[in-house]
Structures are given as structure tokens and as C-alpha cells.
């Protein structure tokens, strides 16, 4: 018991490990400086999610099947691999194979990592305290962003191939740490099931459990329109004279924003509630998007942004977490990893496409219509749940 236990506090140590990349400021600048157009990088990224697409149900069944701490491991492994093609490269073809490999280290993390600390809460009959456990979790990732962006934007100010360098041996370091975790018994799958099965299994699960679709839809669709304007961002601020020491500072301080929301995400879900916090939050969401297309305030809204999206983000993992069965929960969690991804293979180079052709302020705008509509569709959906409008739906 106090080894499974152990996996709740070296979580916190793997997070932010895995978390100190000094590549998240400058990696569009990086593949920008190799000679990829806006277009190319695009494209890349659309790779990444490709991939993700494709692959995440079939990693999540290996977390199911062979077990989080495996899939862990192998996640870890792609990384590193990823990250020295990356600094090898010098053509798409290369980069391409370089961004498969970082996004199945994603795919292969995704859902064994919730899955392996939140049956590791189950074992220990702790789940009821995982929303702090994830709200501790973020902040060892943005902890380890903050600690990124500083010090990889001062890195990458001298040279971006140090930055790379440096990611490779910290992606080794946790490849090397993850061999450490215990393998929960709870939600191990029977090794007579097949493949498909697990998933016909996991698939009729999500379908009586319909009201977690809408959790996903919600955060994933928030997701989708933070990440692509936090990327562009970068290339925005370069356009406006920004050294990448200055991109990182501006990046740090929305991590910063994520670091202190993450840290109270637990206690304001608990003061105003499910459908007060979805009340509350998406339209001020929706404004701050609008803030950073119309407004000369983009970083301000940014980092606000940052804040919003870390406490949803907290909150809904464990709204989603407690509607889903041990035995598929992995797999269940890659479905929603795919989710985000077949949005990105389309939405990140069609943004790409509008920054190069019609500026990032177009482009921004874009993003920002699109959140207003989705966000309050999405919105609507979840609040015709009778179990959010009862406040009930935390127990599932």
C-alpha cells in the first residue's frame, strides 16, 4: 500500500520532469530558422495530431492491457527518440518522422498517466481527493513551464540547438525515473480480452455514460483554441520585434497565471459549484479571446486565458474521471486525447494559412468566432445535463 501511494508523490516529481522542456518557447522559431514556411509548420502539427488520431485508442488499450507504468515508459522513450531526430533534422521528411515520435509519446502518456494515479488513489481509497491531487499535478506543470520559458528563451536567445540538446537529456532523465512507479492492481484488463473487444467495451461505456461527451466536447474545444493561439503567439510576438528571451517572459508569465489558478481550482469549484463555474467561466473565456483579436491587450488577455483554462481543466478532469469504469479508463482518456487531435489536424494549418496570407491579428480573430460559437454551444449542452443543473454530477 505505501508503495502505490509512493506513485501519487513521484507523480509529482515525473510531472514536472517531463514538464521542463526548453523547447515549448522557441520550437516554431526553431523549425521557422531550418527553413519550414508558417504553412510547413502547419502541416507538421497536423502530422502530430494525425498521428495522435490515430494512435490513441490503440496506446490507450496498451495501458489497459499491459499497463500504465508500460505505457509510461515506452511514452518517455518516444520522446527522447523525437527530440534527437528533431535536433538532426534538416528537411520536412525529417521533421515529420521527428513530430511522429514526440506525439506518440503523448498518446502513450495521456491516459496511462491519470489512469495510473487515479487507480492509484482507488487502491488506496483516496479518490475523493484526486481534483487536489490534479490541482498539485499542474502546478509541477506549470511550475516546470515557468522554469521552460524563462530559461529556454534566454537559452534559445543564444542557441536554439542548446535548447533542444538540453530537452533530450531531461526527456532521458524521465524515461529513466518513470521505471520507478508500481503498477496498480485496480482496472487491470483480463488477458483473454482482444483488442476490438476492449474497445466495443470501451465505446458502450462512454454511451451510457453520454453526459461525459459534453465534458469533453467543452474542455477539449477550449483546448483546441488555447493551444493553437498559444503557439501562434510566439510567431506573433517575433513579428512584433520580441527576442525570444522576451517571448519567454511573456509565455512564464502565463504559466504563472496557470500555476497560482491551478492552486485554487479545487476551492473555487467548491465555493460556486458545477453550473456556476460553467456560468462564470466560458463567458469570460469568450472575452478574453475577443480581448486578444480586437485589442492591443493580447498578452494581458493571454495570461488570463492561461488562468481560465488550467482551472477548468483541473475541475473537468475529475468530473470526467468519476464517471468512467477503472477497466476502460485509460482507453476512455485516449478517446478524448483523439478528440482534440482530429479538431487540430484541420484547425491548427488553416490558422497557419490565415497568420501567413492574412496576419495574426486575422487569424486571431478567426480563433476567436469560433470559440464564441462552440463555447456556447457546448455550454447550452451541458447545462440541459438535469445532474449539473442538481449539482450532482460529481458522484458520477
Known amino acids: 500500500m505505501k508503495t502505490i501511494i509512493g506513485n501519487i508523490r513521484k507523480n509529482y516529481i515525473f510531472k514536472f520532469m517531463s514538464s521542463t522542456v526548453f523547447d515549448e518557447a522557441i520550437w516554431l522559431l526553431y523549425l521557422a530558422s531550418r527553413g519550414m514556411s508558417l504553412v510547413q509548420i502547419g502541416i507538421l502539427e497536423s502530422i502530430f495530431h494525425i498521428t495522435s488520431m490515430l494512435c490513441e485508442v490503440p496506446t490507450g488499450y496498451i495501458a489497459d492491457r499491459y499497463g500504465r507504468k508500460t505505457s509510461r515508459i515506452m511514452g518517455r522513450g518516444a520522446a527522447f527518440i523525437g527530440c534527437v531526430i528533431m535536433i538532426s533534422s534538416h528537411s520536412f521528411a525529417f521533421f515529420a518522422i521527428g513530430i511522429i515520435f514526440s506525439s506518440l509519446s503523448y498518446n502513450l502518456e495521456s491516459g496511462a498517466g491519470d489512469a495510473l494515479v487515479y487507480d492509484s488513489m482507488i487502491e488506496c481509497g483516496q479518490e475523493d481527493k484526486y481534483m487536489k491531487v490534479k490541482g498539485r499535478q499542474e502546478i509541477c506543470f506549470q511550475s516546470a513551464r515557468l522554469i521552460s520559458l524563462i530559461a529556454g528563451g534566454l537559452i534559445a536567445t543564444y542557441s536554439y540547438l542548446l535548447a533542444y540538446l538540453l530537452t533530450a537529456a531531461i526527456h532521458l532523465a524521465s524515461f529513466l525515473f518513470s521505471f520507478s512507479f508500481k503498477e496498480p492492481e485496480v482496472g487491470r484488463v483480463e488477458v483473454r480480452v482482444s483488442f476490438f473487444r476492449h474497445i466495443r467495451d470501451s465505446l458502450q461505456v462512454v454511451w451510457e455514460h453520454k453526459g461525459v461527451l459534453r465534458y469533453i466536447f467543452y474542455i477539449e474545444g477550449l483546448s483546441l483554441f488555447c493551444t493553437t493561439l498559444y503557439f501562434y503567439f510566439q510567431n506573433f510576438l517575433k513579428s512584433k520585434g520580441y527576442t525570444e528571451f522576451q517571448i519567454g517572459l511573456v509565455l512564464a508569465a502565463s504559466a504563472v497565471a496557470g500555476l497560482i489558478a491551478s492552486s485554487f481550482a479545487y476551492r473555487i469549484e467548491q465555493k460556486l459549484g458545477e453550473r456556476k463555474l460553467i456560468l462564470v467561466a ?41 464517471q468512467i469504469p477503472s477497466q476502460q479508463r485509460a482507453t476512455i482518456l485516449s478517446f478524448q486525447s483523439m478528440f482534440f487531435s482530429i479538431m487540430m489536424v484541420a484547425f491548427f494549418p488553416a490558422v497557419g494559412a490565415i497568420s501567413q496570407y492574412m496576419g495574426f491579428k486575422t487569424a486571431f480573430a478567426f480563433i476567436a468566432a469560433l470559440a464564441l460559437i462552440l463555447m456556447t454551444l457546448s455550454t447550452v449542452f451541458m447545462l440541459r445535463d438535469k445532474r449539473v443543473e442538481k449539482g450532482s454530477l460529481k458522484g458520477g
Not at 297 to 321: C, K, R
Open 282 to 322: 466560458s463567458p469570460i473565456a469568450i472575452l478574453l479571446f475577443g480581448m486578444i483579436a480586437l485589442t492591443h491587450m493580447e498578452s494581458l488577455a493571454l495570461i488570463l486565458l492561461s488562468a481560465i483554462d488550467t482551472i477548468l481543466f483541473v475541475v473537468f478532469s475529475d468530473y470526467i474521471n468519476k
